[in-house]
């Protein structure tokens, strides 16, 4: 089973950038796409993006194209989220996990991977307007 483990969260100003890292260890994630979620306060978790394993195609939900970019490196076993432009609404706990996007009408969606269930504790994000 992979380990996650999240960091780069931080309390910035509306309109900020925050680069996330999750750096993962017990197997190599190469092979897996990974997404990126996160849970607001009273919320349920979303899906916020995807990458491909092979192609390195990205996804993202409406809330965050084109503020958002997720990258990988595999050779370090590690892929981030960086986040310009922020809004208040931004604000959450970030997590990292094997994902799958999938497409409703002309709109991305990401879910973890079937069977993922070890979340790891996040990252906290604040966006202060």
């Known amino acids: 089973q992979v380990q996650l483990a999240e960091s780069g969260g931080g309390v910035v100003q509306a309109g900020g950038s925050l680069r996330l890292s999750c750096a993962a260890s017990?197997?190599?994630?190469?092979?897996?796409?990974m997404g990126w979620f996160r849970q607001a306060p009273g919320k349920d978790r979303e899906g916020v993006s995807a990458?491909?394993?092979?192609?390195?195609?990205?996804y993202y939900a409406d809330s965050v194209k084109g503020r958002f970019t997720i990258s990988r490196d595999n050779a370090k076993n590690t892929f981030y989220l960086q986040m310009n432009s922020l809004k208040a609404e931004d604000t959450g706990v970030y997590y990292c996990?094997?994902?799958?996007?999938?497409?409703?009408?002309?709109?991305?969606?990401?879910?973890?991977?079937?069977?993922?269930?070890?979340w790891g504790p996040g990252t906290q994000v604040t966006v202060s307007s």
């Open positions: 990458i491909g394993a092979r192609t390195g195609s990205t």
């Open positions: 996990a094997p994902a799958r996007p999938y497409r409703i009408r002309s709109s991305w969606h990401v879910s973890a991977a079937d069977g993922f269930g070890s």
């Open positions: 017990g197997r190599t994630i190469s092979t897996s796409g």
